[in-house]
Every structure is written in structure tokens, then in C-alpha cells.
């Protein structure tokens, strides 16, 4: 029987590798830091393995989940300019201003950074990074949490979020423009990857082939749960229960990543995993947020938060106005997506306290049109949050804008309109 545990450890490999070469990245101000991030991070995934086996006592991951929080906090995270994408721009803007002195000219003129950065790279060991594996996509609540809650990974009170973590696309950088095509210039250390020009070269000439990687995980996650989920061996079921999907999209992710490979050629096996790192680095702490969320969804829902909020909004709620009750439902699912960071995570709250006992026990509702205009108004509040980091925060630390916070001031004179729309649909159509 195939569990996801290969899985959990892969990742945790590759963020322990991610760490290594942050500790060993010179041209980072801040690598001590990200190295005990990502290696912090890594060992609970692996560890985290015993914890569910009941081999090993929980708490060390809240010890850990709390240091990961202080190093974000006090802002002991950086990236670095050696090697990856970075370091190819660089490099191909150096050769395009180089001065009649040639390269030595060139060199003599490049800032420090430039030169320890390049120095590391020649001296430096044979790198490769984190992110191969499957980083996007909804994080997988595992573990013993409070109350008895499944939580998995580093969690607060000991109790984890474990699966793939959010953030970077899952095809592992090898088609993140992470390789150089075949009769490119080698870049200057073998683990680089290619220019800006020579990426759009290399677009140019692959066309829509570049998304085949990023295609394929989707299509090998439904096979496998769909089809795979259903094959036994010797009578027992090849896939553990309730796995199928997280097994296939571990598997999509490894075949993209080759794939990348064999599309792509890039001058080095490794330059996957040294583009998975620079991603991480890009993206810094709000990897982490899709399993802290989780944890905190379930952590709400063993606390019993739903019951809490039901009784204070009984005390708001005037009696017998469907009106009002509409307004604090979908109110209440925009402001718990914000404090959460997910729609999902607030649904179970704000439809134990308002969607189901009021609007749909008292006001004889349509549950399907009250619970799905519920889900757009918690939606609303998902573009207004840093919380939801896959939406509003690793956006703009791929494209380096210089706003962080700039899709969410894009977005918001789009979501607040929006919420009032989904609250004179639900009280118009669902009742």
C-alpha cells in the first residue's frame, strides 16, 4: 500500500536543501536566518512522520513553528543574487554595458555584492534547491491537533500543517524559464540558468509547449483519483485511504519536473532545483501560510468558534429580519476570510453560526444558492488579506513588484461592490 509519506519527506529534503544552499549563499545578507528557516521547515516534515506514528511527542513542532514564526517576525529572511534567474539578468545587463577594457574592465567596475556574489558562485559547492516538488495548491491537514483535530507539519500547541506547501509552481522551476535551450550559451557557472534574452528565445520557440509540464500535474493528480484510486493488489488497495489525490499530485509533479528536462535541456540537471530555491526565496515566509491556516481552521473548529459566533450574532440579529441575517452572513464569511485567509476556512464557522440555523432552518432558504453566494461573499474577503498568500502575496513577490501589497489595493474597489452584489442575490434568489 502507497501512503503519501514519500511525499512529506521529499519536501522536506528539498527544504533542507533550500537551506543548505541559503547557508552557503555569501551573497545574501540575511543567510543565516533563511537557512534556519527552510532546514527548520524541513526537518518538520520529516519529523513530523513519527509524530503521526505516535513514535515521537508533538511538541518539539510547536517549539518549531514558533521559532519559523520569530525568524518571519523580526525579519531574519533575505535571497541572495547568486546564481538562477537573478544572477543571469545580471549578468547578460553587465555584458550589455561592458567598456572598451573588456572584461576585466567589467569586473573591476562591479560592485561588491556583484563580486562576492560571483566569487561565491566560482568557489562555492555544487548547489540544488527546494522547490521541485509539488508547492501549489490547497495545503493537507494532517496529525494530531487540539481536541483531537488532524493536523500534519509545524502547527501551534503542537499540533502540524503538513502537505505541499503554498506558494510556487509545482512543475519545480524547470519551466519557470529555468532552461536553456539546446545551442545557448552556457551561462557562467553550471548551475545558472538563462538570461532574460534567452528566455524569450527560448518562448519564442517552444510556443504553448512551455505549459505541457505545468498541464500535466493536474491531468496525473485526476487519473490518480479517478483511476489509480480504484486499482488493488492482492485484494488490498494500492493507494492508502484517502491519499489518491495527494499521491498523484506528488507524482504529476516529479513527471513535470522531468519532463521540464527533457523539454527544455537545460545546461544542468540541478538548475530545477536551484530555480525551486530562488522561488522560495522569492516567495519567503508566506510559504509557510497555507499550513498554518489549516491548523488554525481546525483549531477554530475543535474550539468551537462557530457556536461563539452564533451566540453573539443571536444578541445582533434583529428578530425576524431576513435582511439583516443575509447582511451579517455574508458579512461574516468576508471578515472570517480575512482574519483565515480562506474562504474555506471560514465557511464551517460563519454556516454552523448564521447559514444554516437562521437562514436556512428559520428562513426556509435554498441551502445550494444560500451556501454557494455565502462562498463568493467569503471570496470578497479573500482579495482584501495578506492572509491569502497564494492570491495576494506570492503574486507580487514572483513578479518583484514594488508594493507588496499592491494586488490587494488593485483589488479592492472590485471586492467590496462585489460582496454587496452577493448580498442582494442571496436575499432576492434564495428565498
Not at 521547515?41 to 520529516?46: E, K, P, Q, S
Not at 561565491?120 to 521541485?132: C, R, W
Not at 504553448?208 to 509540464?213: E, V
Not at 493488489?233 to 509533479?253: C, D, I
Request: proline share 7%; glycine share 14%; with cysteine.
Amino acid at each position: 500500500m502507497i501512503n503519501a509519506e514519500w511525499l512529506y519527506w521529499l519536501c522536506g529534503l528539498l527544504f533542507l536543501v533550500a537551506g543548505v544552499l541559503a547557508a552557503t549563499d555569501r551573497s545574501n545578507p540575511k543567510r543565516r536566518g533563511s537557512a534556519l528557516f527552510w532546514a527548520l521547515l524541513g526537518v518538520c516534515f520529516c519529523y513530523s512522520t513519527f509524530v503521526v506514528a505516535r513514535t515521537a511527542p508533538a511538541w518539539p513542532l510547536g517549539a518549531a513553528v514558533l521559532v519559523l514564526a520569530g525568524l518571519a517576525g523580526f525579519g531574519r529572511l533575505g535571497r541572495g543574487s547568486r546564481g538562477g534567474a537573478r544572477a543571469a539578468d545580471r549578468r547578460e545587463a553587465a555584458g550589455a554595458h561592458e567598456p572598451a577594457g573588456g572584461r576585466s574592465a567589467a569586473a573591476s567596475q562591479a560592485s561588491p555584492e556583484d563580486q562576492g556574489a560571483s566569487g561565491d558562485a566560482e568557489a562555492g559547492p555544487v548547489g540544488s534547491a527546494a522547490a521541485a516538488g509539488p508547492v501549489v495548491g490547497g495545503p493537507v491537514a494532517r496529525g494530531p491537533a487540539a481536541g483531537g483535530a488532524a493536523a500534519r507539519g509545524p502547527a501551534a500547541g503542537g499540533a502540524a500543517a503538513r502537505g505541499p506547501a503554498a506558494g510556487g509552481a509545482a512543475a519545480g522551476g524547470a519551466a519557470a524559464g529555468g532552461a536553456a535551450a539546446g545551442g545557448t550559451a552556457a551561462p557562467a557557472w553550471p548551475h545558472a540558468t538563462t538570461s532574460a534574452s534567452q528566455r524569450r528565445a527560448l518562448a519564442a520557440r517552444l510556443g504553448n509547449r512551455l505549459f505541457l509540464p505545468a498541464l500535466l500535474i493536474p491531468v496525473v493528480a485526476a487519473l490518480f483519483a479517478t483511476l489509480v484510486a480504484r486499482v488493488r493488489v492482492a485484494g488490498q488497495p494500492l493507494l492508502a485511504e484517502g491519499t489518491a489525490t495527494l499521491v498523484g499530485l506528488g507524482a504529476g509533479s516529479v513527471l513535470a519536473v522531468l519532463l521540464g528536462l527533457v523539454l527544455f535541456r537545460p545546461v544542468s540537471p540541478l538548475v530545477p532545483v536551484r530555480e525551486g530555491s530562488r522561488l522560495l526565496e522569492d516567495i519567503g515566509w508566506a510559504a509557510l501560510l497555507p499550513q498554518m491556516l489549516a491548523t488554525l481552521g481546525l483549531l477554530f473548529d475543535k474550539a468551537g468558534v462557530g457556536r461563539a459566533v452564533a451566540s453573539i450574532t443571536n444578541g445582533l440579529l434583529p428578530e425576524g429580519s431576513l435582511l439583516g441575517a443575509v447582511v451579517l452572513y455574508c458579512a461574516g464569511m468576508a471578515l472570517f476570510s480575512v482574519i483565515m485567509g480562506n474562504a474555506f476556512a471560514a465557511f464551517p464557522v460563519m454556516t454552523a453560526a448564521i447559514g444554516w440555523p437562521v437562514l436556512v432552518a428559520q428562513f426556509h432558504g435554498d441551502p445550494a444558492l444560500v451556501f454557494a453566494v455565502g462562498m463568493l461573499a467569503g471570496f470578497c474577503g479573500t482579495l482584501c488579506t495578506p492572509m491569502a498568500a497564494n492570491y495576494n502575496i506570492v503574486p507580487a513577490a514572483l513578479l518583484q513588484l514594488k508594493d507588496q501589497y499592491g494586488p490587494i489595493k488593485a483589488q479592492l474597489p472590485t471586492a467590496v461592490p462585489l460582496l454587496g452584489c452577493n448580498i442582494l442575490i442571496m436575499y432576492f434568489l434564495a428565498f
